[in-house]
């Protein structure tokens, strides 16, 4: 393991573990943990396929994305208390990404369910790999709310559909997976 991918995935793993304990409705089985896993393995699989994206911001997105919901249904003000807890996160310095992979951080999860696409790569994998999860709630996803190329096809839907079915890896291997990406 090169020097850095280990020093980024020991900060990563320390996020993890500090943010899963102040998570709200962490054992919701619609969005909860399990759910932020599944966003953050489709992100870093879109991330794969789309360039430029950072898979940093991906998996430190599906971590936070939901960790401020108040309840399961229609809940506007999550994604603004989500960008305010990695703000709270980041002055702890348990989150620590410069300004330029901060500030994409805090617009995908402030705006993640405002209905927007996004070209920036990073925000779009979260922002698609968070809709390909849908089903779960009965949504079908709308294919123009899709802001990648990846996100399209049936082949992506199946694979979400897998990772809710049998479950998405585990935190330390999606912290590899982002920290070596």
Request: charged letters at 25%; glycine letters at 8%; hydrophobic letters at 40%.
């Amino acid at each position: 393991m090169r020097d850095g991918v280990g020093v980024e995935a020991r900060a990563l793993t320390t996020l993890v573990a500090a943010v899963l304990p102040r998570a709200w409705r962490r054992d919701s089985p619609w969005h909860g943990e399990s759910h932020w896993r599944c966003v953050a393995a489709t992100g870093l699989e879109l991330g794969d396929a789309v360039s430029g994206t950072d898979p940093v911001v991906v998996l430190c997105f599906g971590l936070l994305h939901d960790t401020r919901r108040e309840n399961e249904t229609y809940d506007p003000g999550h994604g603004p208390r989500a960008e305010t807890f990695a703000k709270e996160l980041r002055a702890e310095g348990l989150l620590d990404l410069k300004d330029p992979r901060f500030e994409s951080l805090a617009a995908a999860l402030r705006l993640h369910s405002d209905g927007q696409v996004s070209a920036d790569p990073t925000i779009g994998s979260c922002w698609d790999a968070d809709r390909l999860h849908l089903p779960r709630v009965s949504i079908e996803p709308d294919p123009t709310l899709f802001s990648t190329h990846a996100a399209h096809g049936a082949a992506r839907l199946s694979s979400a559909a897998a990772l809710r079915e049998y479950g998405a890896p585990g935190w330390d291997a999606l912290v590899a997976s982002a920290a070596a990406g």
